[in-house]
């Protein structure tokens, strides 16, 4: 029984890290991490860190993962979520205009569409 936060240094992924704890806690369940920005090493960045550092003692977190270089965002948490047997994922989320997301096509959607397990999207300014 796992909640899968997705991670990055920004403040939508402040924000999915926050209600990860606050649902891994209601829950009672592990948390795992998937840090979404490709690193060199497998050292867990700062910010990140500082977010685990006031994880309750009663939530047992997994070890870090980071999203390999090549691997789309998407199909990342999407594997690591089947990867961990989530109970719940969460990712952050901003606005993109309607135009942009035709374009580009959106991580959120393409997680919720394939996601094995329900979806919670968090918007920055989740406190």
């Known amino acids: ?3 899968l936060v997705a991670y990055n240094e920004s403040p939508q992924g402040e924000a999915a890290m926050r209600a990860a704890v606050a649902e891994a806690v209601r829950r009672r ?3 795992a991490v998937l840090v979404l ?9 700062a910010s990140l860190a500082h977010l685990l550092d ?21 199909d990342a948490i999407v594997d690591q979520a089947e ?12 606005k993109h205009s309607t135009v942009g997301t035709f374009l580009v096509g959106s991580t959120t959607q393409q997680v919720l569409l394939d996601s094995p397990a329900p979806v919670l999207v968090v918007k920055a300014s989740y406190a």
Do not use: N, W
């Open 83 to 94: 990867a961990v047997a989530a109970d719940l994922v969460v990712i952050g989320s901003r």
């Open 54 to 74: 006031t994880v309750p003692g009663t939530v047992t977190v997994a070890p870090v993962t980071f999203r390999a270089e090549q691997a789309e965002v998407a």
């Open 29 to 31: 369940q592990e948390l």
């Open 37 to 45: 920005t490709p690193q060199a090493d497998t050292k867990v960045p």
């Open 1 to 3: 029984m796992t909640v």
